[in-house]
């Protein structure tokens, strides 16, 4: 497990975003009967949208090989099974579609691996609001224990705009914290 590695839903065993052209470009095709998989739909609606989701897993995986180019080169050892998440999501004006994949080194059990995969967007979303709205991307610290420092500021500063539930998007509830020491304190938890 690498440094900054966390636990997940799936006990310690998470999932792993394939490039949907990295899929289709090296023939991914799982042969696994209609038997052999496990399928779960979900519907949620919230934020202006009706979202069903469509999680397949199957733990047919023996068809996956490993070709190692280059000395060191990640393996496929440990994959015990693949999900393909197809998302359908209405707005009041029009309709998106969107297929993802998938692997996973848990077992196969579609509750487990549907909960990892919205963590895994879970995150993601922490990751792209650090770096929209604190910059985290473009942070001179690189060496030492100040990157380090630095990003476990960062998070508890996002942790408590996302706390503070007044109207607005996280940026505007930073930035008002930034002009307004009233709502600052609030944001802070100290008044």
Sequence with gaps: MHKGARTDPCGGRGVTRVPTATWNRNCLTPTAPVTELE???????????????????????????SDRSYPGQ????????????RSHT?????????????????PLDIERLAGAVRG???????????????????SRYRTGHGAE??????????????ANKRKGSVK?????AGWDPKFLLEILQLK
């Design 39 to 65: 399928v779960k739909t979900t519907v949620e609606k919230g934020h202006g949208r009706i979202e069903t989701r469509t999680f397949t897993a199957s733990g047919n995986v023996d068809w996956i090989v």
């Design 74 to 85: 990640p393996g496929f050892t440990t994959i015990k099974t693949l999900v393909k998440v």
């Design 90 to 106: 209405e707005y009041h004006d029009r309709c998106t579609f969107d297929t993802r994949y998938f692997i996973s080194s848990a």
């Design 120 to 138: 895994h967007w879970a995150a993601e979303s922490m990751h792209w609001l650090l770096d929209v709205e604190f910059s985290d991307d473009r």
């Design 149 to 162: 420092n630095m990003a476990i500021v960062r998070r508890f500063a996002l942790g408590l705009v996302r």
């Design 172 to 176: 505007t509830r930073r930035k008002s």
